[in-house]
């Protein structure tokens, strides 16, 4: 009988197609998965470390899956067990500690799982070279998540990733297309490329290349109907891969550029390398030729020292452009960052504070895009109950889509309910 696991993953979409890729290579070699929520012989915590509340969150989930079955062997990995190791491996519960070059090997470290307590976490900033997994299948039956790029080589003062995920490293632009092939043979009909810092996708190969590079080969190939790109730097986004958005066919109308301050002083203390007028331009250039296009941000709220200036300066900023959504953080001490020392810290009620004046705004933003359409016609991805995905990245609950999951149709928007529209299929894209 095949031994029982469960798997569960916090933070970025990089960790979500691990834990796919994970998934699939316990699959193919006997085990059999349950949801996180069931009895398990085997759990597995993929765990993030971008804030100490998801540190939290992680020891939560140890304590959750030691109470679901005391006899179970719990297996903690992701960039939390890659910082902190040892630590973990002192938790109650705890038997094997694996790292983010480790997690690749899954299959073979839970051969050795009935041994003693060990951590398995080498020097990711040896790792020289990207890969990807050789992942088969997504949970997500139309969109499928293709990692291009691993590590990151900026150092902003708040960011502990590059310490857990090592330099910046990409994928070979071949394994990266062979990746885009391979998904829609499997009949997904888009593919979102992810990395940790995706802009700097293709300087570390050789010879160089860039995003806007790949994308271009994926486009003459005709890999893929639908390509959706993942968070970018404002640095990062140029003239000529705004030029090719607006041309492409296939690339769908969406960025998330992380702004994370309004204030070109907390910008400054954060070690951003941009201000605020490259931001409002690089904003301005993509709505002007892509005047449906879906920008989102990422904000910061309570970095330390933010006065109360600074902040309605963020505030009034966001305010002004036409952004369709926010991530918001609330700024959260992160051990061996800058950040974590600068003084003063904030008050914790000041930074829920701002933060919930932050995403207040973020459903204002998404209510006024969504509106925006009403009465136009997107193309849609069709999924689950009832459910789309326009390319704007807008969710459009349809009237009937009966028999047409995972197929892209034109609709007509007869309506928005907040952030989403209501719509009506008409034809087949």
Do not use: W
Not at 122 to 136: F, H, M, N, Q, V
Request: glycine residues 8%; aromatic residues 6%.
């Amino acid at each position: 009988m095949s031994k029982t696991i469960a798997i569960t993953t916090l933070g970025c979409k990089i960790n979500q197609f691990e834990s796919a890729a994970m998934t699939q290579a316990l699959e193919q070699n006997g085990y059999s998965m349950v949801p996180f929520s069931e009895k398990a012989e085997i759990y597995v915590i993929n765990s993030c470390t971008v804030t100490a509340k998801t540190d939290a969150e992680s020891r939560r989930l140890i304590r959750r899956a030691t109470r679901m079955n005391p006899q179970a062997r719990v297996v903690v990995t992701g960039c939390y067990a890659q910082m902190n190791g040892e630590e973990l491996l002192k938790l109650a519960g705890v038997n094997l500690i694996l790292g983010n070059s480790e997690k690749k090997g899954i299959v073979s470290f839970l051969e050795g799982l009935d041994g003693e307590p060990r951590a398995v976490v080498s020097d990711i900033s040896l790792e020289k070279t990207g890969e990807t997994a050789p992942l088969e299948s997504f949970a997500e039956h139309t969109r499928a998540f293709l990692q291009v790029q691993n590590g990151c080589d900026a150092r902003c003062a708040y960011c502990i990733v590059p310490y857990a995920r090592g330099a910046s490293r990409s994928v070979a632009v071949k394994e990266a297309l062979d990746g885009m092939a391979a998904f829609a043979a499997q009949g997904f009909q888009e593919v979102v490329l992810t990395g940790i810092h995706l802009g700097a996708y293709g300087l570390d190969l050789a010879p160089p290349t860039d995003l806007l590079g790949l994308m271009e080969k994926a486009q003459e190939q005709g890999l893929v109907r639908r390509l959706r790109i993942g968070s970018v730097e404002p640095t990062e986004v140029s003239r000529p891969m705004i030029d090719f958005m607006a041309r492409s066919p296939m690339v769908c109308p969406h960025l998330h550029l992380p702004l994370q301050s309004g204030s070109d002083s907390v910008l400054a203390r954060m070690n951003r390398g941009y201000d605020t007028a490259l931001f409002r331009q690089v904003v301005q250039s993509l709505v002007s030729a892509l005047p449906e296009v879906c920008i989102g941000s990422d904000v910061i709220a309570g970095f330390p020292g933010e006065s109360e200036e600074e902040f309605e300066a963020t505030y009034r900023f966001i305010e002004s452009l036409p952004l369709a959504y926010l991530h918001v953080f609330p700024f959260s001490q992160r051990p061996g960052t800058p950040a974590a020392t600068m003084t003063p810290q904030l008050n914790p009620r000041v930074i829920k504070e701002r933060a919930e004046a932050l995403r207040a705004l973020s459903e204002q933003k998404k209510t006024d895009y969504a509106a925006g359409f009403v009465g136009s016609e997107l193309k849609v991805l069709v999924q689950k109950g009832e459910k789309g995905l326009s390319r704007n990245y807008l969710t459009v609950l349809l009237e009937e889509s009966q028999g047409l999951v995972n197929r892209e149709v034109t609709v007509r928007v007869t309506g928005a309910k907040g952030g989403e529209l209501l719509g009506r299929v008409f034809k087949e894209s």
